[in-house]
């Protein structure tokens, strides 16, 4: 076995800390015992991450060497658990797993998601073990899907594979590395029918339908057509009954229960037929829900996928191919043409064009040169690089995407968990209903029992709330997963529907409507000598310089193939500028305060153009030599370039209320101002400021915060929902939505999805509720029998799913034109 799968990852809460200088105490003190990999300590939260190598080093080693320094590791530590699910039905099944995992002693929280298949446990683990928990869940009629290493594998009874559960424990077992498992993606095509065992049951029982019916018109023996139509309802009736059983234990009714009563009540009345039909269609309708939803849990493999198993690395003067768990921040990769990028780094030899596409959504491949960042799952086209490894394997962007998304996804937004609210109190009142349809029309009217007793179970079949509570999962779910794709990550479906109600939107000016670095704007010349001259003579001066200024003047310069000048006796004047001989002949780049110490005067016509370039808000840098000034270059933080489209394509949406806010001058936010078309602007506002505008905005609507994720942190948090663009890192931990290619135009799709969002999931719920009340009426006076109630409760489901599963294939140009 490589080393990579022997790796575990144990997460501790201690206690004790007093500052950060102790977190790094124990990181470091951690890093020295040997085999641990990696070690990180959050003295906010008091956890401590440890990567080690449990053939080296055991879990009471690490233990004591905190105890050692000082500090004390909590007795009763909570874990949290990731398990992908297989056979849910619905959103009820999922609710069935998890009422029945939090009625295990020591599991503090369960949440399980019927759009992703996924579970998360919060639990004691000295309370229960997670072979425990997987055997709950099995118990409760499910598959729990089990994977070791990079290799996935399904294991249906987990009491028999220790050895498995210890490697999935590795990338389960905390929250931190959950976004690294994998499981095998689901079949989207005719192969599902064969290779899964849904489908299998719903063609057996077709099957046994149709001999059923062959039987029976040609009037051979009753044994035999009920022998068919018997098949067909064991093979599909089997799962149905077994989960409707499980719910009736955990004392909760859900479709299945009210499914199996219906059938059971079918063959008690001599309608075999009608039995095997219910069976087959209501097989048929869940099954097609699990094949559809396959397409979007599909979307977060594709993301586990790009990041390859392997990477080269240089180690000892040579490249050796090894496990990317095993690279650790510091080495070195080497990427050839046509490979992936393993794991986030910075380049530091070779220049490439790499398709970040994945990452970013922008389709157009970026060049990289030495000291840029690239991205683990992107693919290098042209280049040989060179990278050095900055995050490890379950630390990069797209671990951190993937975590995000499989969150996001199941999350429940604000209108689920007001249906789910809804179904926990209607299902009981239809019970009730069916109850009294059966026993008061024969006690009271001396009605035929048979007849209600029929109605009652078609009432049972009709009234099941399925379509309803699967109607605002599929939308939520299909909408993150369009949005992921295009670079644009939700933090949940409270994020999704908020976007979708905002009324105002407020910008933050440095880093987000501006790159947040000074570009040359303009160069003027006041002597003889032309612009060129001027702009070449101050950046031959400031080529060696690292001033955010200087870097600006000189980049202008090589993008106009200037010819940079050497320098001699190169001197520095602090806090005014820089002096340098070139051709024996002295110049002085800086500031007035530099000019007027060399007593080099301005004119009157030098003093009044600087008065009205400071009054545009930019900042100057004087040129002259030792006679006169011959120039100045005018800088100012530079727009980003899709600013102004980005505001143009908001107000298209009929947002007109977007204001920006900002700590600069008012003279350069006005100027910023005018040119990206917003009417509304405040100035010199300390962070302090910025809350209040965002307070008061919010007493009229909704309001969003556009920010870079680092300043501003008050008023991101104030608003009703934030953006965030630049960091990835940053932005991750601090928006609710996260703008990953920085693109300011990305904005008016990430609202106009949400919006389109919103209205597919009342849809859906109208649909679903006028459906239901509908069928109501005609089952319970008799004008539908079994098999048209449940063509009408499937054929809603799949009709919310499939108008739920339109978003997952919006893209941002259609939308855009919209």
């Known amino acids: 076995m490589s080393q990579s799968n022997s790796l575990k990852t144990q997460t501790l809460q201690v206690s004790g800390m007093d500052c950060g200088s102790c977190a790094q105490t124990i990181a470091a003190s951690l890093q020295q015992l040997n085999g641990v990999m990696e070690a990180s300590v959050s003295f906010a939260t008091g956890r401590v991450k440890v990567s080690y190598d449990p053939n080296l080093l055991s879990e009471a080693e690490i233990k004591h060497r905190i105890a050692v320094l000082g500090y004390t590791v909590d007795a009763s530590p909570t874990k949290t658990l990731q398990v992908q699910i297989s056979g849910m039905d619905c959103g009820s099944c999922a609710k069935t797993i998890e009422v029945g995992l939090q009625q ?106 149709c001999l059923g019916l062959v039987t029976q018109y040609l009037a051979l023996p009753i044994w ?109 990769l080497t990427i050839r043409p046509g490979q992936r990028v393993a794991l986030d780094g910075v380049v530091v030899s070779g220049t490439s064009a790499i398709d970040q596409s994945p990452i970013t959504g922008e389709s157009i491949p970026e060049d990289k040169a030495p000291g840029d960042i690239v991205f683990a799952g992107t693919l290098n086209q042209t280049g040989f690089l060179s990278v050095k490894v900055t995050h490890t394997v379950s630390d990069t962007t797209v671990a951190k995407i993937i975590h995000l998304v499989e969150e996001a996804q199941s999350s429940r937004a604000p209108t689920q968990q007001w249906v789910d609210r809804f179904a926990e109190i209607y299902t009981p009142i ?46 939520i779910v299909s909408a993150i997963g369009a949005a992921t794709r295009q670079g644009v990550l939700f933090k949940g479906g409270h994020a999704l529907e908020t976007a979708g109600h905002l009324t105002s939107l407020a910008f933050d000016k440095t880093g987000t409507l501006t790159q947040g670095q000074p570009v040359v704007q303009k160069v003027y010349n006041l002597g003889e000598e032309n612009t060129s001259f001027v702009l070449s003579i101050a950046a031959s001066l400031e080529q060696q310089s690292e001033h955010p200024l200087a870097k600006a003047i000189v980049a202008t310069a090589k993008e106009q193939r200037l010819n940079l000048e050497n ?21 002085f780049v800086g500031n007035r305060r530099l000019f007027a110490d060399f007593d080099i005067a301005l004119s009157t016509t030098a003093e009044s153009l600087l008065v009205e370039i400071e009054n545009l808000g930019q900042t100057t840098v004087l040129v002259g030599n030792s006679d006169k000034l011959l120039g100045i270059v005018a800088l100012a933080d530079g727009l980003r370039l899709e600013a102004a489209e980005a505001i143009r394509l908001l107000q298209r949406l009929g947002m007109r209320h ?36 965002i307070q008061q905005l919010r007493q009229s609507g909704v309001v969003g915060m556009v920010g870079d994720g680092i300043n501003d942190a008050p008023a991101l948090a104030a608003a009703d929902i934030s953006f965030a663009v630049g960091g990835i890192d940053i932005a991750l931990e601090t928006a609710d939505v996260v703008l990953v290619g920085s693109d300011l135009r990305k904005l008016s799709y990430a609202v106009n999805l949400s919006r389109r969002t919103v209205s597919v999931i009342q849809q859906n719920v109208v649909f679903s509720l006028v459906t239901k009340g509908l069928f109501l009426l005609l089952g319970t006076f008799g004008f539908v029998g079994l098999a048209i109630a449940v063509l009408a409760d499937t054929g809603t489901s799949l009709l919310v799913t499939a108008n739920g599963m339109r978003l997952f294939r919006e893209n941002p140009r259609a939308i855009r034109c919209k």
Not at 302 to 320: C, F, I, S
Not at 446 to 451: F, K, T
Not at 567 to 581: L, S
Request: proline share 4%; hydrophobic share 45%; with cysteine.
């Open 567 to 587: 320098i001699e006796n190169f001197t520095a004047y602090p806090g005014r500028g820089i002096a340098a001989q070139i051709d024996e002949n002295l110049y």
């Open 104 to 209: 295990i002693s020591g599991v503090n929280e369960a949440s399980v998601s019927f759009a992703t298949g996924r579970s998360q446990i919060s639990y004691n683990p000295q309370q229960v073990s997670e072979t425990t928990i997987h055997e709950r869940i099995q118990a409760l009629g499910y598959t729990v899907e089990h994977n070791s290493g990079s290799h996935s594998s399904h294991h249906h009874d987990s009491c028999n594979h220790e050895h498995d559960h210890d490697h999935h424990h590795e990338h389960v077992q905390e929250a931190e590395g959950k976004s690294l498992e994998t499981q095998k993606p689901a079949a989207t095509n005719w192969k599902f029918w064969i290779t899964n065992r849904r489908g299998q049951s719903v063609i057996l029982a077709g099957i046994g339908l």
């Open 224 to 332: 035999l057509v009920r022998a068919f139509y018997g098949i067909g309802i064991v093979v599909a009736g089997y799962p149905i009954a077994r989960a409707g059983l499980f719910e009736l234990r955990l004392r909760r009714a859900d479709m299945n229960l009210l499914m199996t009563i219906s059938v059971i009540g079918a063959v008690i009345l001599g309608d075999w037929f009608e039995a095997a039909l219910v069976v087959f269609l209501f097989s048929l309708g869940t099954t097609l829900q699990v094949f559809t939803f396959g397409r979007t849990r599909n979307a977060i493999q594709g993301l586990m996928d790009l990041t390859p198993p392997t990477a080269t690395v240089k180690r000892n003067h040579q490249e050796v191919t090894v496990a990317v768990e095993s690279i650790r921040v510091g080495e070195i």
């Open 430 to 475: 239809v019970i009730l209903s069916a109850i009294a349809i059966v026993l008061i029309p024969p006690l009271v009217f001396a009605q035929p029992l048979n007849i209600w007793l029929y109605r009652a179970l078609v009432l049972l079949v009709i009234a099941c709330p399925c379509a309803l509570v699967i109607s605002t999962p599929v939308s």
């Open 658 to 693: 977007l204001t920006m806010l900002t700590g600069d001058r008012t003279a350069v936010a006005k100027q910023i101002a005018q040119q990206i078309e917003i009417t509304d602007y405040q100035a010199e506002l300390l962070p302090e400021d910025k809350l209040q505008v």
